[in-house]
């Protein structure tokens, strides 16, 4: 009975696994080498469980199954052949794609044969003889389906909250309360080694020049705004963030800090469901639908999401510019009132081809209706004497649209070796306008002032990856990448009177901006482990970019194309006791992203003017880390030591207006140079089966250089240093009845900037929630910075400026949330893993991206045993 227990089991486990994986093991169906029949022995010896002394002849049993009910094929279902007198299995095998199954080599006896297959009821055969030379065709044998009724199942073990890969750190985050009902935004601010500030701009190790994928894929929203991106994606769609601080070659060369890679909630189950999600708060509230349907080869998808937001700030301005000889004051106070939409809507589909074989399709609209209100009353002072008042109301209204449309192939060979093909089209229209009306002493319209900046933001990429494994303990990796990218801005003011007539503006006259990037790229990497559990991870990248760009529609910008040659290391060991040892050497490029080439001058607050330089240059990076990460009976720690080297670098700085109204001019160029070294600690600990506590310390101080104008106009070197601190906290404890609670806590210390100081910030939240009819759905509580505001004070210190600005950020929330799910769901199979087009090129206010890497099949998990 072992040996027919044996059988019965390793034929089960045959159904967990992806048809590439048996036939890699057995082959694939059908005659020839590698296949069941060309490998009769050695399928024995793998999978049967038979016993070697087995008496051969040259008898055959053969038959398809199909099922009772559909009439169609039964894949992969196990054969026992089971000895009659002595009622023990002595041979086996298992269905092909067709149902089709053979029994070859059989000595005369009498045999029964028994079917067997997850879902089907076990089914024996009559005693069946074979004699020398029988030929025997059962024909079609019906499997029954094995209907059975489930109970209440009690699951006691959860997924780590942080799990730790090869090449990145995987923050799982499905199990978060107080973020339900928010945004992306909202669950990276828990993510170890990351940052999310006031505004939403994400930064990794203290440095924005980052890329953000969401599902491996970029989008051109993504690129030009990724805090406002980040707020049209769910937080209840967000399964896990993966933070990959060195990215091997085979990744976009994009990302000077790292790429951080957004994993949506992707349904495995068969059927047709309906998810409902919604919530209301103080500050916002939101609403989602998503649908999934699943028969056979086919899956689709549809999906919306909306978010509705209300909030207010107060701020104020003092600051000190030297213009002509005379020392200029400005001191200005400002309210604002925010009524932010998000949206987001998807079509997806995935066929299988094939066995070995997928297609997958995906449309992806996003749009955002960023509204604010703001009133500004400004002072200037010409050596502490009244120069100028002035009132303003301001209208604001950042807009955008954006469709991503994804076509991908892969075809998998055996298990690691596979080739894929990916293509995307990714097009984003943003306008950027504002309207004042400029009011007198009394209150009465003196004049009015509109700007209009409208954008367009296109591109197209293909690219194919190819990977083989080389024997058991290597990998190799490759493949090619083009993209053709196009930004079209074009802006203009205009001037009114009291009568509100609306001209065009002389002193800031129209312009344009039409701007080609082409990229091309290739790669090869290369991953060996060794018998001592070391593995190495070795490439190196090739890009050249080549651009051509307009000004005003005939003006040609001299931007020169340029190359590059990007390497990378990884090496990790793996220790006793699941410890892990990694080091890790890469250098990056950071390309200029849209915002910071359009040379369209924002005077939506004419003290803090905005222009971007269309002239920059891309920065380079070199990045070293060493982390460890151990499991110390219920606490997992990971600690990691880090340095960045920048050299190029696109750095904002603020020079003064040359006008008498004291403004401060904000702008991009090449003139930086960084370097930084920190630290990351991050800990997770159950102090009970049911209570988790986890959190972390970030650390890094910081050098910079550059160039400012100095008083007499002429650039001087200037430059700055600081330590910056951040942490987080967090607890979750799971209750009785299906309670379950989540306190959670944020800070971020002062960050040294080129010119100054970025003021510091925290953040808090504590949520409780109830799952009703059997877990299909939840009704949720939660409390965001219940006591106050939040208050972030700003320092600029130039030989030619000095500014203080003091943020009041009116952010306390309380939000109920509500999720119901709705539809026939069954389980099916794993599916397979499809490719997409990934684009890790360009720098935003904090972008990144990236792709699962795959290691060889003898690679050591290298990180925290589950």
């Not at 750190?169 to 009902?181: E, P, R, S």
């Not at 060996?528 to 190196?540: A, E, H, L, R």
């Not at 972390?696 to 910081?702: E, K, L, P, R, S």
């Not at 972008?847 to 690679?859: K, S, T, V």
């Amino acid at each position: 009975m072992k040996r027919y227990f044996l059988l019965l089991l390793l034929g089960t486990l045959t159904t967990l696994l992806e048809p590439s994986v048996i036939y890699a093991q057995f082959g694939p169906p059908g005659g020839g080498p590698g296949s069941f029949g060309g490998q009769d022995t050695r399928r024995k010896k793998e999978f049967t469980g038979a016993a070697e002394e087995t008496p051969k002849g040259n008898g055959k049993i053969a038959g398809i199954l199909v099922d009772s009910t559909s009439g169609k094929p039964v894949e992969f279902a196990t054969v026992a052949l089971i000895n009659v007198a002595t009622n023990k299995p002595i041979d086996g095998t298992t269905s092909d794609a067709k149902g089709q199954f053979s029994l070859t080599k059989l000595a005369p006896g009498d045999y029964r044969l028994q079917y067997s297959f997850i879902g089907y009821k076990t089914r024996d055969s009559q005693k069946v003889t074979v004699v020398k030379g029988t030929d025997i065709n059962l024909g079609s044998v019906k499997l029954p389906a094995d209907v059975r009724t489930l109970g209440e199942v009690v699951v006691t073990g959860q997924a780590a909250l942080i799990e730790e890969k090869v090449d990145r750190l995987v923050f799982n985050a499905d199990k978060d309360i107080t973020a339900k009902g928010g945004d992306a935004s909202d669950v990276l601010k828990r993510v170890p080694m990351l940052s999310v500030d006031l505004d939403g701009n994400v930064s990794l190790r203290g440095s924005q020049n980052i890329r953000v994928l969401i599902n491996n894929k970029p989008s051109t929203i993504v690129a030009a705004n990724v805090a406002d991106a980040l707020k049209q994606l769910p937080a209840d769609m967000i399964k896990s963030v993966e933070v990959i601080t060195s990215p091997s070659a085979k990744y976009d060369a994009e990302g000077a800090a790292g790429i951080i890679n957004i994993v949506t909630k992707k349904n495995t189950l068969h059927g047709l469901t309906l998810n409902v999600d919604a919530g209301a708060g103080l500050r916002a509230s939101n609403l989602g639908l998503n649908g999934s349907y699943r028969q056979g080869k086919l899956g689709l998808t549809l999906g919306g999401f909306g978010r509705a937001g209300y909030n207010g700030a107060s701020s104020t301005l003092d600051q000190t510019t030297q213009v002509g000889g005379q020392t200029l004051r400005t001191s200005q106070q400002g309210t604002a009132f925010d009524k932010p939409i998000f949206g987001q809507y998807t079509l997806g589909m995935d066929y299988d081809l094939a066995k070995n074989q997928s297609l997958s399709a995906n449309v992806r609209f996003g749009t955002r209706n960023f509204i604010q209100q703001q009133t500004q009353l400004t002072n200037t002072y010409a050596n502490e004497v009244l120069r100028n008042m002035s009132n303003r109301d301001v209208d604001r209204k950042d807009l955008s649209n954006s469709v991503d449309m994804n076509l991908d192939y892969i075809r998998t060979f055996k298990p690691q070796q596979e080739w894929s093909i990916s293509t995307q089209y990714s097009r984003t229209g943003l306008t950027n306008n504002f309207y004042a009306d400029i009011l007198g002493q009394t209150g009465e319209l003196t004049s009015r002032q509109r700007n209009l900046n409208n954008n367009t933001n296109q591109e197209f990429t293909i690219q194919t990856d190819y990977q083989t494994p080389i024997r058991k303990n290597q990998l190799l990796e490759f493949g090619g990448k083009a993209i053709m990218r196009q930004v079209d801005s074009r802006f203009q003011y205009q001037l009114g009177g009291s009568t509100g007539e609306l001209v065009f503006d002389p002193t800031n006259p129209s312009g344009s901006l039409l701007y080609n990037q082409n990229i091309g790229a290739g790669y090869i990497s290369y991953t060996y482990v060794t018998p001592s559990k070391y593995t190495f991870k070795v490439g190196t990248r090739y890009e050249h970019t080549g651009i051509t760009a307009k000004a005003n529609e005939n003006t040609n910008l001299n931007i020169p194309s340029y190359s590059n040659l990007v390497p990378s290391i990884n090496v990790s060991k793996s220790l006793k006791g699941g410890t892990t040892v990694k080091a890790a050497y890469n250098r990056r490029i950071q390309r200029p992203g849209l915002q910071q080439l359009n040379p369209n001058v924002n005077t939506a607050n004419p003290q803090m003017i905005m222009v971007g330089n269309p002239n920059l240059s891309p920065e380079l990076t070199d990045n070293v880390e060493l982390s460890l990460s151990s499991t110390v009976k219920k606490t997992y720690i990971n600690a990691s030591v880090f340095g960045r080297l920048t050299n190029n670098g696109i750095s904002q700085i603020r020079i003064p207006s040359d006008t008498l109204a004291g403004a401060i001019i904000t702008t991009f160029q090449n003139i930086g140079v960084q370097r930084t070294v920190g630290t990351n600690i991050f800990f997770n600990t159950s102090i009970t089966p049911k209570w988790t506590v986890n959190g972390g310390i970030d650390a890094y101080y910081v050098y910079m250089q550059g160039l400012t104008p100095g008083a007499d106009g002429k650039s001087i070197t200037i430059s700055n240093t600081g330590v910056s601190l951040g942490g987080r906290l967090m607890s979750q404890l799971q209750l009785d009845k299906g309670w379950s609670a989540q306190v959670f806590s944020f800070f971020r210390g002062p960050s040294p900037q080129l010119q100054g100081t970025m003021g510091s910030f925290y953040m808090y939240s504590v949520g409780i929630r109830k799952d009703v009819a059997n877990k299909r759905g939840s009704i949720g509580l939660a409390a965001e910075n219940f006591a106050g505001g939040v208050t972030m004070r700003t320092t600029l210190n130039t030989p030619t400026l000095s500014s203080v600005s003091v943020t009041n950020l009116y952010n306390s929330n309380v939000k109920v949330t509500f999720s119901y799910r709705i539809g026939k769901m069954t389980f099916e199979a794993p599916r397979k893993k499809g490719r997409s087009v990934s684009n890790d090129d360009v720098k935003g206010e904090g972008d990144g991206g990236g792709q699962p890497q795959a290691a060889p099949a003898a690679a050591p998990a290298g990180g925290r045993p589950r």
